[in-house]
């Protein structure tokens, strides 16, 4: 298990990282390497340079913008998991990243780096695409950027063009009153990767009416999909309805399938656990009654 | 390429390949053999080290990205020679351990705990064990390991009665 030979730069800046980017078509980005490394060591990923922008200057923040929070790309997600502004402005961010990898891995892993690698099973991508996040991104002189859902197309692939440096994640941030989150995933032991998982947001009216909601699924399909149960709007969440509207959102969905989950089991799991999140988000709403 | 590495407050130069993970510089170059090699690629755990204190998988972080961080092993914790800190004392009193391989990296990710967490529960010290394997113990006596320090640490700060 030792990575092949490869050449290392420390760039200064976000444009010295781009050019050393544009110069080689081997080349990719370090930051906390938790997704990366492991793949090199299984040689599964040999690039012919790795360019280090963990500590480039400007790239690690969270900011608070109103109507969203933009996530710096080499943020570590020990630093969102910490983060008041994160538990008080996206609770299912909070949520979720406890469940991303373990507290070591999450000492050295960043948000970018987990969202451009895009695995199917990463939390922060799931999160990201229940609230329809925004990615912006560097390419030498040039600013771009893309909702979630055009960002990501396959498991472990993106749009992101090769000698782009990924710079934000901008999260939504809803603006109703009284919100609730529900996060759901089953693996094989508490670290590891799921083979489902759920995150569900709602936002409930004076009544305790559902207003909005939204659903994704996350480890069961190459990538995380948003799942449509605007069924819900102006229910209170009972039970069977959550059911049914979980089961339509479903139809037609194939799951994936490998050596420890089947499709038929992670299909099953993935109407359990998107059932519960919305439950928990329902429940989480009440309890944040003001 | 040569990088200046502060491990257990002393500073180190050495010269690396760039794929040369930290697990590696430590043991091949420093000689500090108490980051074990276990799975390489950051599935067990064995290779656990702190960096500014927090755990960290060494064999998952190459040497060429380690400067300017404080790296502490297994082999910083003992306050003097041929003495144990407390939580090692626990591990070898509670017989936290079986075969050794996966002991450092234990002692170390409860150390992190202890440093932030002087009363952790029982479920804290799962879970902060949680990212490490051990296949002989079955974990119960590292767990008791790691309690029996925690009691013993918060005795040292409680002035004494009478």
């Not at chain 2, 502490?72 to 003495?83: K, R, S, V």
């Not at chain 2, 936290?96 to 150390?111: D, E, S």
């Not at chain 2, 113990?137 to 005795?155: D, F, K, N, P, S």
Request: charged residues 20%.
């Amino acid at each position: 298990m030792k990575p092949a030979a490869f050449e290392y730069s420390r760039p200064a800046d976000i444009e010295e990282a781009c050019a050393l980017l544009a110069a080689d078509d081997g080349a990719r980005l370090i930051a906390g390497g938790q997704t990366l490394v492991p793949l090199m060591a299984m040689r599964l990923a040999r690039p012919s340079r790795l360019i280090d922008i963990a500590r480039i200057p400007g790239l690690a923040y969270i900011r608070d913008g109103g109507d969203a929070i933009s996530i710096g790309a080499t943020t570590k997600q020990c630093a969102v998991e910490n983060d008041p502004l994160i538990r008080a402005k996206l609770p299912l961010l909070a949520a979720a990243i406890p469940h991303v990898g373990h507290t070591p891995t999450r000492a050295r892993g960043t948000i970018g780096g987990s969202l451009a690698n895009a695995d199917p099973a990463a939390e922060i991508l799931l999160v990201a695409a229940t609230l329809g996040a925004t990615l912006t991104w560097r390419e030498g002189a040039e600013t771009a950027e893309a909702g979630i859902a055009e960002f990501v197309i396959g498991p472990m692939v993106t749009t992101l063009p090769q000698a782009a440096c990924l710079t934000e994640a901008r999260f939504p941030v809803w603006p109703d009153k009284r919100i609730g989150i529900g996060f759901h995933e089953v693996n094989a032991r508490a670290s590891d990767f799921a083979f489902v998982s759920a995150a569900a947001q709602l936002a409930l009216d004076g009544e305790g009416r559902v207003t909005r909601i939204a659903l994704s699924l996350g480890a069961a399909t190459p990538f995380p999909i948003k799942l449509d149960v605007d069924a819900l709007i102006g229910t209170r969440c009972e039970e069977p309805k959550v059911r049914d509207a979980v089961a339509a959102a479903l139809e037609g969905i194939e799951a994936m399938e490998d050596l420890h989950a089947s499709a038929a089991y992670r299909k099953r799991a993935a109407r359990t656990l998107a059932t519960r999140a919305i439950m928990d988000a329902y429940k989480d709403a009440h309890a944040r009654r003001t | 390429m040569r990088v200046e590495l502060d491990v257990n407050k002393q500073m180190h130069a050495v010269e690396v390949e760039p794929r040369t993970t930290l697990l590696d510089c430590l043991r091949e170059k420093l000689l500090l053999n108490g980051a074990h090699a276990g799975c390489e690629h950051g599935v067990c755990g064995a290779c656990t080290v702190l960096i500014d204190g927090a755990p960290v998988r060494s064999c998952l972080m190459f040497a060429v990205q380690a400067d300017g961080y404080a790296i502490t092993t297994i082999e910083g914790l003992a306050p003097a020679p041929g003495e144990l800190s407390p939580l090692q004392d626990a591990f070898c009193e509670t017989h936290g351990m079986q075969c050794g391989y996966c002991t450092p990296a234990m002692i170390l990710a409860a150390h992190a705990l202890l440093a932030k967490n002087a009363a952790p529960t029982r479920e804290e010290i799962v879970d902060a064990i949680s990212a490490n394997i051990c296949r002989c113990t079955g974990y119960a006596q590292i767990v008791e390991a790691i309690a029996l320090a925690a009691e013993r640490m918060r005795g040292l700060n409680r002035p004494q009665e009478g």
